[in-house]
């Protein structure tokens, strides 16, 4: 049997040590009644050959070329050194780092984390990951709930520029709770929300409003007025960001006059690959003041009984295994190998290549965008300053271009119809780094096609 | 190791220390419970003028290993809380019925239920070891 | 040395060749939108990241260096082949939201997946959304909730606990805002039905109750139990922790269970990487089916689809962004693949057996456990509460200095319920020579705790650190690096 050393001269020995006659002995305290006979749909096991074989035709299936889709999982360069590293077995196959003494590998790269992130937030601290993007803003409209004592019940202003899958995920786990979710809607000439729609929205016991930056339209918020503007009607800010975008724009810390309270979103830009969704990873942090109130786990430096430095996960009287029905959350297991992933990535770019990467995002995206603009039957819907997403709206209806660019192995990018049925037939196009110029050619030679037919 | 049980002092079910000072009362956890929990190392307290009824959860207590929440003892409004346990938690430790005091509220009735005296605290934390 | 990688840093190091080359760093976009600042982020060599983070990988234990007898966590050898078919360039590459044609491949190994976890559970339909054994739980209590309400049963606000539960029971149904009672434990490790019957009533939605439980013994009554609770109008939650003893051998469907969560990194071997990522599948019976969270993998004469919100309007809704954690779906099913029927049917055969073989090992060496007349599951319990009192050693030094004899320690202080315990679970995968070596080093470490117990006291010695002060952790918080110099603010268009 598979991964099961024993021979048969070893079961008889350890059954003699135990004083059983059979295997099936060990069973006797479960009732007969309740014990299986067969497992008809149990596919016969395989070797590892065999497996491979089967996944390798299976994948094949899935190949696709050129990928233009975002929408929340981005495809960039991963250096192969991420995963060589990630892949490890002292990495891959280590457990929480409960004892502490025997996980210092894990827990040093954790505070590096937590270094990282908190700093490319521009905040004061981390946790060590949440399970992904919606449910890291799900947490951390738990916590603002939590922290702002003075309201009985809570309204989170969400703006309808969140990427529509998020709003899923929080209205999933929020709505177990008494928490509002109060949309906010957006202008349809900018793809932004703006103050007048905010001030036309109930102002009690409002407790925090959520900034998307860059919205799921790609488009760049106000962020400081925003910021500023939540602030003088007492409610705290929730800053929903690409990490990456983060070391070209200004990130939630320095927001408005005195900087967004929590920062969340979707790590999976940095180190992450697309994977079909996920593994990914939520990144949650917050302003020292709130730290108490961080979900999931921390790591916390400290020394040894001789002084040495050292890490330990701190401040988990906060966590279920011991709180638990009081517990800051019912996290247990996270994302601990994407944050390794990511943090190797984040070392090898640092800043000033992390900002690169960005700018030629950004770059790509203003080129794309200058090329569509010449193509009949397409239209850029939303004017104004945007980072590497563009929503485009067509004259034909966007599942033929979708089927039609599949078939030269183009995914041409993401229908909003079903979530934005307000914007007509468009297509939410990405564009990272991992382009070339040919590249963009190919892609709107290929659309223009597709358009005339 | 036998933990301390000044019988100058009132205590509750759940391991909290009362004293009365004219219209003022003071609470603590005993020395038992701080030996319970371990070093602490946070406290969270209730704010002044909170009204408290009695069991009601006023305060927490947080070790590494375990954070217990404090039951009102005694139903009143808060009046003071010392905020020396914010820097140093450690005091409860070390000082739990003096400088480890959580707590000072001012009763709303003149008699107090459900209290216990030192000797049946003693009695009933020797019970509970079983 | 354990620097950090900032201490390595110099400005304007850099990894050469991943940065992308770009023709001038001008940006059209308006400098009260860009960062004026340097994130603190290394400026460092590539070859000192990868000699960094290989360095730092070696002050691990892990399932591949040490034995794991982690007690509740199945710490079984996660195998290579389904890494690596996992990473296979169609799925590794493949975009979440690609056209489902586009999709074939992942969508039918999901599919198959659902499938399997039909067949070994016992239920009647799979969600694999959930991504952790807690969101697992989250989309269980959920459902129940969602149960009641469909049928105007708004009288249902509390949810039935065993006191040995795992934290993430009651944390869980808190979250889903369920007030939590607890029912106590009976000597010989099973719920007190008495207490159970007393405590059911019309204000109660569900119980969540994992079997064997989190004592290592099989919850023998689970069928009364289940008709106590089903007669009261409420539904049973199991908790899939401790699946790996009863896999192939008995299916929580038939004791009784309307929802259940499964442990993919605990029972389907896929990794935990330092703490994730997990994967937590539900499996429900018929009455749960329309609740179930979205999405879903159907099978049509086309070919393989989503199902959505639209097809199944009483879905409790979206747990993911996407749809769980997907490369860990896909490793569960080759790992399944890699098992097949007759594989399923021994995992829970070995796992006992090894178990069974450890405990008779260590009772016969004098050590006590906390419940002597019952058989092991997949797991046993050994209390220290006699050593404690006689020779003052806690479970937690008897853990420590394990970890000096390359053994990582087992799980200790949970159940909260048995003091000074160290509940062990060797899993199937671990062979007779390692079992024996952990009892000798167990019962060589006793004799220490009579002869030189500082050794226990004071370890682990032969580690990169000693004991490590949490309290200071914890009273001191020091959760970032910050810089010795204050960082100057670059201006970087300069």
Same mark, same amino acid.
């Not at chain 1, 520029?161 to 509002?180: A, G, M, N």
């Not at chain 1, 007492?234 to 929590?262: C, F, R």
């Not at chain 1, 960005?358 to 193509?375: F, I, P, R, S």
């Given at each position: 049997m598979p991964f099961i050393p024993h021979t048969e001269q070893e079961v008889k020995e350890m059954l003699a040590v135990i004083g059983a006659t059979s295997v099936d002995q060990l069973f006797d305290e479960i009732p007969a009644s309740l014990r299986v006979k067969d497992l008809p749909p149990v596919p016969p096991q395989l070797t590892e050959m065999e497996l491979s074989r089967l996944m390798r035709a299976r994948a094949a299936k899935d190949v696709s070329a050129l990928n233009f889709m975002g929408a929340g999982a981005y495809e960039h360069h991963i250096p192969a050194a991420v995963w060589d590293i990630t892949s490890r077995g002292e990495f891959m196959t280590a457990y929480t780092p409960y004892q502490?003494?025997?996980?210092?590998?894990?827990?040093?790269?954790?505070?590096?984390?937590?270094?990282?992130?908190?700093?490319?937030?521009?905040?004061?601290?981390?946790?060590?990951?949440?399970?992904?993007?919606?449910?890291?803003?799900?947490?951390?409209?738990?916590?603002?709930?939590?922290?702002?004592?003075?309201?009985?019940?809570?309204?989170?202003?969400?703006?309808?520029?969140?990427?529509?899958?998020?709003?899923?995920?929080?209205?999933?786990?929020?709505?177990?709770?008494?928490?509002?979710?109060?949309?906010?809607?957006?202008?349809?000439?900018?793809?932004?929300?703006?103050?007048?729609?905010?001030?036309?929205?109930?102002?009690?016991?409002?407790?925090?409003?959520?900034?998307?930056?860059?919205?799921?339209?790609?488009?760049?918020?106000?962020?400081?007025?925003?910021?500023?503007?939540?602030?003088?009607?007492?409610?705290?800010?929730?800053?929903?960001?690409?990490?990456?975008?983060?070391?070209?724009?200004?990130?939630?810390?320095?927001?408005?006059?005195? +900087?967004?309270?929590?920062?969340?979103?979707?790590?999976?830009?940095?180190?992450?690959?697309?994977?079909?969704?996920?593994?990914?990873?939520?990144?949650?942090?917050?302003?020292?003041?709130?730290?108490?109130?961080?979900?999931?786990?921390?790591?916390?430096?400290?020394?040894?009984?001789? +002084?040495?430095?050292?890490?330990?996960?701190?401040?988990?009287?906060?966590?279920?295994?011991?709180?638990?029905?009081?517990?800051?959350?019912?996290?247990?297991?996270?994302?601990?190998?994407?944050?390794?992933?990511?943090?190797?990535?984040?070392?090898?770019?640092?800043?000033?290549?992390?900002?690169?990467?960005?700018?030629?995002?950004?770059?790509?995206?203003?080129?794309?965008?200058?090329?569509?603009?010449?193509?009949?039957?397409?239209?850029?819907?939303?004017?104004?300053?945007?980072?590497?997403?563009?929503?485009?709206?067509?004259?034909?209806?966007?599942?033929?271009?979708?089927?039609?660019?599949?078939?030269?192995?183009?995914?041409?990018?993401?229908?909003?119809?079903?979530?934005?049925?307000?914007? +007509?037939?468009?297509?939410?196009?990405?564009?990272?780094?991992?382009?070339?110029?040919?590249?963009?050619?190919?892609?709107?030679?290929?659309?223009?096609?597709?358009?005339?037919? | 190791m036998t933990n301390s049980v000044p019988k100058t002092l009132k205590y509750s079910k759940t391991h909290e220390w009362i004293r009365q000072d004219e219209d003022v009362v003071t609470i603590g956890i005993t020395d038992h419970a701080q030996c319970m929990l371990g070093d602490l190392v946070y406290v969270e307290l209730p704010h002044i003028e909170t009204s408290l009824e009695l069991g009601q959860e006023c305060a927490v207590v947080e070790s590494v290993k375990a954070a217990a929440d404090i039951y009102c003892p005694v139903p009143g409004e808060i009046v003071e809380i010392n905020e020396s346990l914010f820097d140093s938690p450690q005091l409860v430790n070390e000082d739990p019925y003096g400088k480890g005091w959580l707590f000072r509220l001012r009763p709303f009735e003149s008699t107090f239920r459900e209290l216990l005296s030192a000797d049946e605290y003693t009695k009933q934390v020797a019970s509970e070891a079983h | 040395m354990s620097e950090l990688i900032f201490e390595l840093s110099q400005k304007d190091r850099c990894a050469r060749a991943q940065i992308p080359f770009i023709a001038n760093e001008k940006t059209d976009l308006p400098s009260e939108l860009l960062r004026k600042d340097i994130p603190l982020l290394p400026e460092t060599s590539e070859l000192q990241v990868v000699r960094h983070f290989t360095r730092l990988s070696r002050r691990n234990f892990s399932i591949d260096t040490q034995f794991y007898p982690l007690g509740s966590c199945t710490m079984k050898y996660n195998p290579r082949g389904v890494h690596r078919v996992a990473m296979l360039d169609g799925f590794l590459n493949r975009h979440p939201l690609a056209l489902e044609t586009q999709s074939q491949g992942y969508l039918e190994c999901a599919y198959e997946l659902q499938e399997i976890l039909k067949a070994v559970t016992g239920m009647k339909g799979v969600s694999l959304t959930p991504m952790a054994g807690a969101q697992g739980e989250f989309a269980g209590v959920a459902m129940i909730r969602a149960y009641h309400r469909a049928r105007n049963d708004i009288a249902r606000t509390e949810i039935l606990v065993p006191d040995a539960a795992h934290g993430t029971n009651p944390a869980t149904a808190a979250q889903c805002g369920f007030k939590v009672r607890e029912i106590p434990t009976d000597a010989e490790g099973n719920v007190d039905i008495d207490a159970l019957r007393a405590a059911v009533g019309p204000q109660t939605a569900g119980i969540m109750l994992t079997n064997p439980s989190t004592l290592g013994v099989f919850e023998q009554k689970i069928q009364e139990i289940a008709k106590i609770i089903h007669e009261a109008g409420a539904l049973l939650y199991y908790d899939g922790a401790n699946l790996n003893a009863i896999l192939g051998k008995v299916r929580p469907g038939d004791m009784g269970f309307d929802v259940m969560h499964i442990n993919l990194h605990k029972t389907f071997a896929t990794p935990h990487g330092g703490g994730g990522p997990g994967g937590g599948p539900v499996a429900v019976s018929e009455r749960l089916v329309p609740f179930l969270p979205m999405p879903i993998v159907t099978k049509t004469a086309e070919g393989y689809r989503w199902l959505t919100q639209d097809d199944c309007p009483q879905t409790i809704g979206r747990l993911s962004t996407f749809m769980g954690n997907a490369g860990i779906i896909l490793r569960a099913y080759a790992y399944a693949r890699l098992l097949g029927k007759e594989g399923m049917h021994r995992v829970a055969e070995y796992a006992t057996l090894n178990a069974n073989y450890l405990l008779a090992r260590l009772k016969k060496a004098g050590f006590t456990l906390a419940y002597p007349t019952r058989r092991a599951s997949h797991e046993f319990i050994i209390t220290l509460k006699n050593e404690a009192k006689e020779l003052q050693i806690t479970a937690l030094d008897v853990a420590k200095r394990l970890l000096d004899y390359d053994f990582h320690a087992p799980t200790m202080y949970f159940p909260l319920l048995v003091p000074e315990c160290l509940l062990i679970e060797p899993t199937e995968t671990e062979s007779k020579h390692i079992l024996d070596a952990f009892a000798d080093v167990l019962i060589r470490i006793l004799h220490e705790a009579k002869t030189h117990p500082e050794l226990l006291k004071n370890a682990p010695h032969n580690l990169p650190v000693r004991r490590l002060d949490e309290v200071k952790a914890a009273r001191e918080l020091d959760l970032v690096y910050r810089p010795q110099t204050q960082c100057t603010i670059e201006n970087i268009s300069s």
């Open positions: 502490a003494e025997a996980s210092q590998g894990t827990l040093q790269l954790l505070y590096e984390y937590q270094t990282m992130i908190a700093s490319l937030m521009s905040l004061d601290v981390s946790n060590a990951s949440m399970y992904d993007g919606g449910s890291s803003l799900a947490e951390a409209i738990l916590m603002a709930a939590r922290t702002h004592r003075k309201n009985k019940t809570h309204r989170i202003l969400m703006p309808a520029t969140v990427h529509p899958l998020y709003r899923d995920v929080v209205k999933t786990i929020v709505s177990q709770q008494d928490i509002e979710i109060v949309e906010v809607p957006f202008d349809l000439n900018t793809g932004k929300i703006t103050i007048d729609a905010l001030e036309k929205i109930s102002k009690e016991n409002i407790t925090a409003l959520v900034i998307p930056q860059p919205n799921f339209f790609g488009m760049l918020e106000d962020v400081d007025t925003l910021t500023d503007w939540a602030h003088a009607h007492q409610a705290l800010v929730i800053g929903l960001v690409n990490p990456l975008a983060m070391a070209l724009l200004k990130p939630p810390g320095q927001w408005g006059k005195n +900087g967004a309270d929590i920062a969340c979103g979707e790590g999976q830009p940095l180190g992450v690959p697309l994977a079909s969704g996920g593994p990914y990873y939520g990144f949650l942090c917050c302003k020292q003041e709130y730290v108490r109130q961080l979900p999931g786990r921390i790591v916390g430096r400290t020394v040894d009984q001789q +002084g040495k430095q050292g890490f330990v996960l701190t401040l988990q009287a906060r966590e279920q295994h011991i709180r638990r029905a009081k517990a800051t959350s019912n996290i247990c297991t996270n994302q601990g190998l994407l944050v390794t992933a990511s943090t190797i990535h984040m070392s090898l770019l640092g800043p000033k290549g992390l900002r690169k990467v960005a700018l030629a995002c950004h770059q790509n995206g203003c080129a794309l965008k200058e090329k569509l603009n010449t193509v009949q039957g397409v239209r850029c819907v939303f004017p104004g300053y945007f980072f590497h997403e563009i929503l485009v709206e067509f004259k034909k209806p966007v599942e033929t271009i979708l089927t039609e660019l599949a078939q030269h192995h183009i995914q041409a990018g993401f229908s909003v119809k079903k979530y934005y049925p307000e914007l +007509g037939n468009a297509l939410l196009i990405c564009v990272t780094e991992t382009k070339t110029p040919n590249d963009l050619d190919q892609f709107v030679s290929q659309l223009e096609r597709a358009c005339l037919n | - | -």
